[in-house]
């Protein structure tokens, strides 16, 4: 999905001393290794100066503003248009009105251009296999995209942004996100945020608070800013996104806000927001990371957990699933956003009812709600092979 702007001009300036320094010089420490080993690393040690050049050049270029940009991923009658454009390009050059025509079609075709759909009532709810962490892609016909956590596990060699997030919001002909809602300040849910938020422009960042600990969190809220986005504290009660008849995203609690005494925000898991999506009939419950202590807390405090599908709360781990919240949420389908697929179910839901899911064994689910019908299908069965 990456187009380099400077690629073919690093090409050019690394070539020479790649192929008329370097190789020439590991040549010949091969041929000398065998009889003058002394010799052969002086070639080996020179010709690595010819590595090092290249590697600060193409350094260097790579970090020029503008020097690559990103797309979404090409449908099939865009490629189709595509060639059929260069080979219009070669065979009839004066035909530039044609052309352009041809350009506008492909773009319409391609989804580049789509426009909103006002008549369609339908949202995809999208659970994505990110390993032991969390992100939600919520898609409405009118091309409104909300992001519900962003986080894998933490290491600094994959940005779950960058490798899973990302690429599925381009498969999806998806440019920019227009709110992202983070339940808890904890990596596994927005290390990969920073990157997303970079380059998708959201408008708002709901958080739950902005005093997180973790390592990185102050890089995200610094990177929102940076990139005008707006970042608020969603309140208990305050509706988020929406608010129609279409989609709403409630805010249910926030232990995390100011002022707060009571002993259960003390846990970090806790101190996070439980959100619920409502699209016509159908509703979804975001339990964030909470615990069983704040699970029989919101019991007490609301009476809108009845929800079609559930997000098990701290990825089904065994500190959370009291059978009271999972028995007055009441789900036909829950998931578990996991990279382990042991224990499978989590044995806290082993007798909950209802059909489970879970990233690691199902990939990515999505569901599809037209408001009263709902329609769940997951990337691949448990017993399916991988597919890449």
Request: charged residues 15%; hydrophobic residues 40%; contains cysteine.
């Given at each position: 999905n990456r187009i380099s702007l400077t690629g073919p001009i690093t090409t050019l300036l690394v070539t020479p001393f790649l192929c008329f320094w370097t190789l020439p010089l590991g040549l010949l420490a091969i041929l000398t290794q065998s009889f003058a080993p002394v010799i052969a690393l002086f070639f080996l040690?020179?010709?690595?100066?010819?590595?090092?050049?290249?590697?600060?050049?193409?350094?260097?270029?790579?970090?020029?503003?503008?020097?690559?940009?990103?797309?979404?991923?090409?449908?099939?009658?865009?490629?189709?248009?595509?060639?059929?454009?260069?080979?219009?390009i070669f065979r009839h050059r004066r035909t530039l009105p044609l052309l352009a025509m041809l350009a506008c079609f492909a773009l319409l075709l391609s989804g580049y251009a789509r426009l909103p759909n006002a008549q369609d009532n339908s949202m995809e709810v999208s659970f994505l296999a990110v390993g032991n962490g969390s992100a939600t892609v919520v898609q409405q016909a009118d091309r409104q995209v909300i992001l519900i956590d962003g986080g894998g596990p933490p290491t600094g060699l994959f940005n779950v942004g960058e490798r899973v997030i990302a690429p599925f919001l381009w498969h999806q002909q998806i440019r920019r996100v227009d709110q992202i809602i983070l339940t808890h300040a904890h990596a596994d849910h927005f290390n990969g945020l920073p990157w997303i938020i970079k380059r998708f422009q959201p408008k708002i960042l709901w958080l739950s608070e902005t005093s997180g600990q973790e390592p990185g969190f102050a890089a995200l809220l610094l990177g929102a800013k940076e990139a005008g986005c707006q970042v608020r504290i969603a309140k208990g009660g305050e509706v988020l996104?929406?608010?129609?008849?279409?989609?709403?995203?409630?805010?249910?609690?926030?232990l995390a806000l100011s002022g707060n005494?009571?002993?259960?925000?003390?846990?970090?898991?806790?101190?996070?927001?439980?959100?619920?999506?409502?699209?016509?009939?159908?509703?979804?419950?975001?339990?964030?990371?909470?615990?069983?202590?704040?699970?029989?807390?919101?019991?007490?405090?609301?009476?809108?957990?009845?929800?079609?599908?559930?997000?098990?709360?701290?990825?089904?781990?065994?500190?959370?699933?009291?059978?009271?919240?999972?028995q007055a949420v009441g789900p036909r389908y829950s998931v578990?956003?996991?990279?382990?697929?042991?224990?499978?179910?989590?044995?806290?839901?082993?007798?909950?009812?209802?059909?489970?899911?879970?990233?690691?064994?199902?990939?990515?689910?999505?569901?599809?709600?037209?408001?009263k019908k709902l329609t769940a299908t997951p990337y691949r069965t448990a017993n399916d092979p991988p597919r890449p």
């Open positions: 040690q020179t010709g690595a100066l010819g590595i090092h050049v290249s590697h600060l050049l193409t350094g260097f270029l790579a970090g020029l503003p503008f020097s690559s940009f990103w797309l979404p991923t090409p449908t099939i009658p865009l490629l189709i248009l595509s060639y059929a454009l260069l080979f219009l996104v929406g608010g129609n008849t279409r989609l709403a995203i409630t805010c249910l609690a926030n005494t009571e002993p259960i925000a003390d846990n970090p898991n806790n101190r996070g927001l439980v959100l619920r999506l409502d699209h016509g009939e159908n509703a979804f419950l975001f339990p964030g990371d909470i615990e069983k202590d704040y699970e029989e807390h919101i019991l007490q405090k609301s009476s809108q957990l009845t929800a079609e599908v559930l997000l098990l709360p701290h990825h089904g781990l065994g500190s959370s699933g009291s059978p009271r919240f999972v578990v956003s996991t990279g382990k697929k042991e224990p499978f179910p989590p044995v806290q839901y082993q007798d909950s009812g209802g059909h489970l899911f879970s990233t690691a064994r199902h990939g990515a689910i999505s569901f599809l709600s037209d408001g």
